[in-house]
């Protein structure tokens, strides 16, 4: 059974970091990534990663601030969110894609993407 469980998230003055989990399990995944939506508007990229880790691409407004990585022999992705603004608020969902051919630029693109967490809330306080 294939599971993504996101774990980290919480209320968090501006200035202040939090750092997202993603638990994976039930088969191999290869690129994975992060997108978060904020009340009234659409699901929006912020960060991906490639399966051995050595690409990444980032939303502009995220970059700097927030680093993705991954640890494949615990199956985790992890998203170090420093500098938190209050326009970071939103639920943070870990998606994953089972296909060993997309390239890490299609990663912006929650299309791709063959699952999902259910997500994990982050408030951050002006």
């Known amino acids: 059974q294939v599971q993504l469980v996101e774990s980290g998230g919480g209320l968090v003055q501006a200035g202040g970091s939090l750092r997202l989990s993603c638990a994976a399990s039930?088969?191999?995944?290869?690129?994975m990534g992060w997108f978060r939506q904020a009340p009234g508007k659409e699901r929006e990229f912020v960060a991906t990663i490639s399966r051995n880790g050595d690409s990444t691409v980032y939303a502009d407004s995220v970059k700097g601030r927030f680093t993705i990585s991954r640890d494949n022999a615990n199956n985790m992705v992890f998203l170090q969110m420093n500098s938190l603004k209050p326009e970071d608020t939103a639920v943070y969902y870990c998606?994953?894609?089972?296909?060993?051919?997309?390239?890490?630029?299609?990663?912006?693109?929650?299309?791709?993407?063959?699952?999902w967490g259910q997500g994990t809330q982050v408030t951050v306080s002006s």
């Open positions: 998606g994953a894609t089972y296909s060993p051919y997309r390239r890490i630029t299609e990663g912006r693109t929650s299309g791709i993407y063959n699952y």
């Open positions: 039930g088969r191999l995944f290869y690129i």
